[in-house]
């Protein structure tokens, strides 16, 4: 069974840049995740979905981040503009409702 | 506020030592309690999960406790080894509908040879 899928694994960018990461899903698990890892932190929740509709976003920052889920599968987290505070490890995570998590690689973004 | 503290932050110990990993949390309506390995550059790896009406998990070498009473997990290795090298994270997900996982800052294990 292959696992979830993260691209790109590195970017680098510019502060006030934009810039998007892309998320597929374990085949059949309708929710979806996005945690946002600081250094030295533990992942915390940017957003939630269910199928494609958003379950949870109270952690979000909706000024500069936004986040879809078409057709329910793929899904794309953006930032614009981009803020040094924003470097951080993007996870995202899978599950069948109400089971276990599983996780991406992340993506490692750092913010200049 | 529902929080999730691990101590310690980090942790050496030689090759072949048993150790303990401890995981506090806030308000003890949990739904259920996972432990993570995380190795640089890399995701998460779900190693165990207790839910709310167990007292413990075991796999292998690992073996996670949990008391909500007193808001506490533990994770046991035993015998570790260099390859068990890598932070150990806590989650936590309370009761309540919400399927969010609150997760501690992890403790960074380094087994030396």
Known sequence: EAGVAQSPRYKIIEKRQSVAFWCNPISGHATLYWYQQILGQGPKLLIQFQNNGVVDDSQLPKDRFSAERLKGVDSTLKIQPAKLEDSAVYLCASSLVTSRQYFGPGTRLTVL | ?113
């Open chain 2, 1 to 113: 506020k529902q929080e999730v503290t691990q101590i310690p932050a980090a942790l050496s110990v030689p090759e072949g030592e048993n150790l303990v990993l401890n995981c506090s949390f806030t308000d003890s309506a949990i739904y259920n309690l996972q432990w993570f390995r995380q190795d640089p550059g890399k995701g998460l790896t779900s190693l165990l999960l207790i839910q709310s009406s167990q007292r413990e998990q075991t796999s292998g070498r690992l073996n996670a406790s949990l008391d909500k009473s007193s808001g506490r997990s533990t994770l046991y290795i035993a015998a570790s080894q260099p390859g068990d090298s890598a932070t150990y994270l806590c989650a936590v997900k309370w009761e309540g509908g919400s399927e969010k996982l609150v997760f501690g800052k992890g403790t960074k294990l380094t087994v030396n040879p």
